[in-house]
């Protein structure tokens, strides 16, 4: 077990000196939420004042449930092109050869993962405090909604490691940003799920990230929610995305 | 020695060939090199088409609200995927161009007497091609999904020649920015920071409609918002003499100091070498 943590946290290492040693790495997908919020919150707060727009706690706080989800899910996801880039180059291929139980590879990659996404829910956090997110939930609720966005944070560090895994080039970070772009566009990201029209209201329902949103909203409203659904949603998720990293190992182990 | 005595024959005079030979010929390798590339024009094209399909149903609601000029979200927004199309011909052109510095295929070519307007100007064709491409594909994808062009036929076409404009202002920022940096994940990392420019203007929202003061005073001088309004006048308005003249002078004016970084960096480059 020693063994197994001092791989991962060795990489761990590794890759977040290659990150705070080069800015133009860490901080552009840092300010990518920061942006979205900026736009979102500050260009579309009319959109409030749209008839069957009913959230008490502002617009900002509305749309800080999906710049949340964003910072939670693009924290895995960069970490996914860590992977991509370490195989690309034949230093995945040398961590393979020197780690006995190679998920510590995907355990050192996470804890970058959770680092990044930390740091920036945390900025962006404090931002959306300065410009007027009204949190009516208890601490409860706001512990249960970072330990949401943890979940997704996971999830989509081992779908960005499924894919990387399994394509070992950089080339294949389209895969895992694409996917994961669509899936929280696809959840009422500027109004409730109820103002939304003709095809996104017809698949809404079915993403999970809607759920995680809606949740989200719920207990930054401090309103009534269905918080064990919505785990149990994300938990299913966090289960697929989960055998699909695992797999892609095996895969790499075998491509050699 | 006797040799040393004998005069050298006289060399050939050299006759180089004009800019006009040699600007088709890097436009054509620029070109080439765009259509064989669909890993980078396909998203470039597709990526704008996504979030217009997503944004025309999420924020249709929007609509409703007084004093929006349409009751076509879709129509609305169609103006916006040109502009998300300037940004990816930011990073085509910027990123083009670093490959070319990284390659030496740069340093190769300043050993031959090309004028350096031909180079940059055929580094430009690429962008434009792709440009063209892009503009026809969002008009008509927009059409069949409901959109409508109040300027018509003829108002349809100015979108093109704007749109055109646009793309070659952005790509000449990106030409700018490829003259001064020698790998291309160095312009793919500036992409962030240059979406900043679009989300900050009025893209999802008319200036008046936005009610964040410090945003609508960006937005007021953020030279993107006029070149959204001067596209959507002709999807909107119809034919907005004002608006047009505001959008095409904000796509000129950013071609025209794209070109002049392009163009220092470049003589900075020659200089280096």
């Not at chain 1, 294949?172 to 772009?181: A, G, K, N």
Request: proline share 6%; glycine share 10%.
């Amino acid at each position: 077990m020693r063994r197994y943590l001092s791989v991962a946290g060795g990489l761990a290492w590794r890759l977040l000196h290659s990150l705070l040693t080069n800015p133009l790495l860490f901080l552009p997908p840092m300010l990518m939420p920061l942006f979205f919020f900026t736009a979102f919150a500050g260009g579309l707060s009319a959109v409030s004042n749209v008839p069957g727009f009913n959230y008490s706690p502002g617009y900002t706080s509305f749309i800080f449930a999906f710049v949340l989800c964003q910072s939670a899910a693009f924290g895995g996801v960069f970490s996914g092109f860590s992977i991509a880039a370490d195989f690309q180059f034949g230093f995945g291929r040398r961590l393979l050869l020197a780690t006995p139980h190679r998920s510590a590879l995907i355990l050192g990659y996470g804890i970058v993962a959770a680092i990044r996404a930390a740091i920036t829910i945390t900025v962006v956090s404090l931002v959306a405090l300065v410009v007027g997110l009204n949190i009516g939930g208890s601490g409860l609720d706001v512990f249960g909604m970072y330990a949401l966005a943890a979940i997704i944070n996971v999830t989509g560090l081992l779908f960005a490691a499924g894919v990387a895994l399994r394509f070992r080039s950089l080339q294949s970070t389209p895969l895992m940003q694409v996917p994961v772009f669509l899936f929280l566009f696809l959840a009422p990201v500027y109004v409730p799920r109820q103002l939304l029209g003709g095809w996104v209201h017809a698949v809404a329902p079915f993403n999970p990230f809607t759920h995680v949103m809606e949740t989200v909203r719920d207990l930054i409203a401090g309103t009534g929610t269905e918080y064990l659904a919505t785990l149990g949603i994300i938990s299913g998720l966090l289960a697929l995305t989960f055998v699909f990293a695992i797999t892609g190992l095996r895969r790499a182990e075998t491509a050699g | 020695m006797e040799a040393a005595t004998v005069d050298a024959p006289l060399a050939p005079r050299r006759d180089h060939p004009s800019i006009w030979v040699q600007a088709p010929e890097l436009a054509r390798r620029s070109i080439m090199r765009t259509v064989r590339q669909p890993a980078a024009v396909i998203p470039a094209t597709l990526f704008p088409l996504i979030l217009l399909a997503i944004n025309s149903v999420g924020l249709k609601s929007a609509t409703s609200l007084p004093g929006f000029p349409t009751n076509s979200y879709i129509t609305f927004s169609l103006a916006f995927a040109f502009i998300q199309a300037g940004v990816f011909a930011v990073i085509g052109t910027g990123q083009n161009l670093a490959e070319d510095n990284q390659g030496g295929f740069f340093n190769r070519l300043q050993l031959t007497p090309i004028h350096p307007a031909a180079l940059v100007a055929g580094q430009l064709a690429g962008t434009l091609a792709l440009g063209l491409f892009q503009a026809a594909t969002y008009i008509s994808v927009g059409l069949l999904a409901g959109a409508h062009i109040e300027a018509g036929l003829p108002g349809a076409l100015v979108m093109i020649a704007l749109a055109i404009c646009i793309c070659l202002a952005f790509g000449s920022i990106g030409l700018a920015i490829g003259m001064r940096v020698d790998a291309p994940e160095k312009v793919q990392s500036l992409f962030p920071l240059i979406f900043v420019f679009l989300f900050l203007s009025s893209m999802s929202l008319p200036r008046n409609l936005i009610q964040t003061d410090w945003f609508r005073t960006v937005a007021t001088y953020n030279p993107v918002s006029y070149m959204v309004e001067g596209l959507r006048s002709l999807l909107i308005t119809g034919w907005d003499p004002e608006a047009l003249a505001l959008g095409f002078g904000c796509a000129l004016g950013i071609l025209a100091i794209g070109l002049y970084f392009a163009a220092t960096g470049l003589r900075e480059r020659m200089a280096r070498t």
